[in-house]
């Protein structure tokens, strides 16, 4: 099958689930509004064309209009209608294309019950666009139809055929036994798979330096990935750019690809085309942020702002099931604006005195006091590098010791009880993450079930 791939910088995402059965025809990458164009100057002739949301723009009528622009440029070089079949994550869509399916019966919507689109979406998507022309006689029908089809085939079910009639002995045949789906057996994964896959969250992960801020940030994005969740790192601590340590396969690519290595600046510019500016660690899980040799101070300033930060939120936390910000506490006064769409803050303390205190003295340095107190009532505590002989006042000095010392009114706008989200014991494989380039939760049960634990606790109870 040949086909006509518009999918904007996405592209580059379904050519890697497109088998050697389908022949993507076009080499550049193609938004909707572009795509009539190419089609005049190149003359195709696809099978079947697939559309992603990254080849939209914001605006439902100019889509509409490049939509049949399209149609009408394939009109002229195939004598039967083409499939179009657009694959999208906006629930709205189905809505808004009505009229469109109605008008041309070749069109399609499907969409995802999911935040993200995915491979599985992907291929069925491929398999509809080479379905074949659509028969003028079956417009109507068709058209009347689709929506539903495309739901059921992301579902994996086939259209609903009309019920045939019941024989007379079919009331004495026995019944066939339900199959009973398998129930995780530890309370974690329990409580985790009630959490819908539809969610959408953004955790800022912050702390004094040095209190394992990239690290928590690092294995909670890796933890959800493991959880079949997808998330994005955002990497905002320009001057130390800490993932390149713990993501060695970022940093290397970063030294060969400019446009990697101004990854953040690319995705605060167009977020939408993330696909392309931000660096895939692994299926579910996607990392945004300079590589050691970006060195451009006037690009840093143009583009890494609240306002462009503030966009990349709004859009992409429609895209992602968590973005995970590194943003230590030194860092926050400069994006305090962006404070309001932050559903939690994982705050991050060592078991300690001293980090209780430097904790604090950031907050009252860096932060106006009704940004401190937003931050105290928005915040969970996660005690990094937990010691268990650590003491205060002759007790061991157990996280929940450590959430009354904080908010004990050593500082007046930070006096709200906080939440303990978990604590990660302290071993010499918090050191070995850099070495390795394996994050903890891969590296044993233990962290696993910790990160697993702090990341249940900043995802309840937000958005």
Same mark, same amino acid.
Not at 39 to 65: C, H, Q, Y
Not at 130 to 140: N, R, T
């Given at each position: 099958?040949?086909?006509?791939?518009?999918?904007?910088?996405?592209?580059?995402?379904?050519? &890697?689930?497109?088998?050697?059965?389908?022949?993507?025809?076009?080499?550049?990458?193609?938004?909707?509004?572009?795509?009539?164009?190419?089609?005049?100057?190149?003359?195709?002739?696809?099978?079947?064309?697939?559309?992603?949301?990254?080849?939209?723009?914001?605006?439902?009528?100019?889509?509409?209009?490049?939509?049949?622009?399209?149609?009408?440029?394939?009109?002229?070089?195939?004598?039967?209608?083409?499939?179009?079949?657009?694959?999208?994550?906006?629930?709205?869509?189905?809505?808004?294309?009505?009229?469109?399916?109605?008008?041309?019966?070749?069109?399609?919507?499907?969409?995802?019950?999911?935040?993200?689109?995915?491979?599985?979406?992907?291929?069925?998507?491929?398999?509809?666009?080479?379905?074949?022309?659509?028969?003028?006689?079956?417009?109507?029908?068709?058209?009347?139809?689709?929506?539903?089809?495309?739901?059921?085939?992301?579902?994996?079910?086939?259209?609903?055929?009309?019920?045939?009639?019941?024989?007379?002995?079919?009331?004495?045949?026995?019944?066939?036994?339900?199959?009973?789906?398998?129930?995780?057996?530890?309370?974690?994964?329990?409580?985790?798979?009630?959490?819908?896959?539809?969610?959408?969250?953004?955790?800022?992960?912050?702390?004094?330096?040095?209190?394992?801020?990239?690290?928590?940030?690092?294995?909670?994005?890796?933890?959800?990935?493991?959880?079949?969740?997808?998330?994005?790192?955002?990497?905002?601590?320009?001057?130390?750019?800490?993932?390149?340590?713990?993501?060695?396969?970022?940093?290397?690519?970063?030294?060969?690809?400019?446009?990697?290595?101004?990854?953040?600046?690319?995705?605060?510019?167009?977020?939408?085309?993330?696909?392309?500016?931000?660096?895939?660690?692994?299926?579910?899980?996607?990392?945004?942020?300079?590589?050691?040799?970006?060195?451009?101070?006037?690009?840093?300033?143009?583009?890494?702002?609240?306002?462009?930060?503030?966009?990349?939120?709004?859009?992409?936390?429609?895209?992602?099931?968590?973005?995970?910000?590194?943003?230590?506490?030194?860092?926050?006064? &400069?994006?305090?604006?962006?404070?309001?769409?932050?559903?939690?803050?994982?705050?991050?303390?060592?078991?300690?005195?001293?980090?209780?205190?430097?904790?604090?003295?950031?907050?009252?340095?860096?932060?106006?006091?009704? &940004?401190?107190?937003?931050?105290?009532?928005?915040?969970?505590?996660?005690?990094?590098?937990?010691?268990?002989?650590?003491?205060?006042?002759?007790?061991?000095?157990?996280?929940?010791?450590?959430?009354?010392?904080?908010?004990?009114?050593?500082?007046?706008?930070?006096?709200?009880?906080?939440?303990?989200?978990?604590?990660?014991?302290?071993?010499?494989?918090?050191?070995?993450?850099?070495?390795?380039?394996?994050?903890?939760?891969?590296?044993?049960?233990?962290?696993?079930?910790?990160?697993?634990?702090?990341?249940?606790?900043?995802?309840?109870?937000?958005?």
């Amino acid at each position: 099958m040949r086909l006509l791939l518009i999918a904007g910088g996405y592209g580059a995402v379904v050519r &890697q689930y497109i088998t050697s059965m389908t022949e993507v025809i076009n080499d550049e990458e193609l938004i909707l509004g572009s795509a009539a164009r190419y089609i005049a100057e190149s003359a195709p002739e696809p099978d079947g064309v697939l559309v992603t949301d990254e080849a939209l723009t914001m605006n439902a009528e100019k889509d509409r209009r490049d939509l049949e622009a399209l149609i009408s440029g394939l009109a002229a070089y195939r004598p039967s209608p083409v499939p179009v079949v657009l694959v999208t994550a906006d629930s709205w869509k189905p809505k808004e294309w009505e009229g469109l399916c109605a008008k041309f019966p070749q069109v399609r919507v499907i969409v995802s019950d999911y935040i993200r689109i995915t491979p599985e979406l992907v291929g069925q998507g491929i398999s509809l666009a080479g379905s074949g022309p659509i028969p003028a006689a079956g417009a109507a029908r068709m058209g009347a139809r689709e929506t539903t089809a495309g739901r059921d085939a992301v579902k994996g079910k086939e259209p609903e055929a009309s019920p045939s009639r019941k024989s007379f002995l079919d009331r004495f045949r026995p019944k066939p036994k339900e199959r009973n789906t398998p129930e995780p057996t530890d309370a974690l994964t329990r409580e985790l798979n009630r959490i819908s896959l539809g969610i959408s969250r953004v955790v800022a992960v912050t702390g004094h330096r040095g209190s394992g801020v990239t690290s928590t940030a690092v294995n909670l994005a890796s933890e959800a990935g493991r959880r079949g969740l997808t998330a994005l790192i955002v990497d905002l601590d320009i001057d130390y750019r800490s993932t390149n340590m713990y993501f060695g396969s970022f940093h290397e690519t970063t030294k060969r690809d400019e446009d990697i290595n101004a990854s953040l600046i690319r995705t605060l510019a167009r977020p939408q085309d993330y696909a392309a500016t931000a660096f895939p660690i692994n299926a579910n899980v996607w990392l945004t942020g300079l590589g050691y040799g970006f060195d451009d101070t006037r690009l840093i300033g143009q583009f890494v702002t609240e306002a462009r930060l503030t966009g990349l939120l709004s859009l992409l936390r429609n895209r992602f099931n968590l973005i995970v910000l590194d943003l230590p506490l030194d860092l926050l006064g &400069q994006y305090s604006e962006i404070m309001i769409h932050i559903d939690s803050f994982g705050l991050c303390v060592p078991n300690d005195l001293y980090s209780v205190l430097s904790t604090l003295r950031n907050v009252e340095n860096g932060l106006h006091k009704e &940004q401190a107190a937003y931050l105290n009532a928005k915040s969970k505590l996660v005690v990094t590098k937990y010691n268990d002989r650590s003491r205060f006042k002759g007790e061991i000095f157990m996280p929940e010791s450590v959430c009354r010392v904080l908010t004990s009114g050593l500082m007046d706008s930070f006096t709200y009880e906080m939440k303990v989200a978990g604590h990660v014991p302290y071993s010499s494989d918090f050191d070995s993450q850099i070495e390795s380039d394996v994050p903890l939760v891969y590296t044993s049960a233990h962290y696993e079930q910790a990160y697993g634990n702090i990341l249940l606790r900043l995802l309840e109870g937000t958005g």
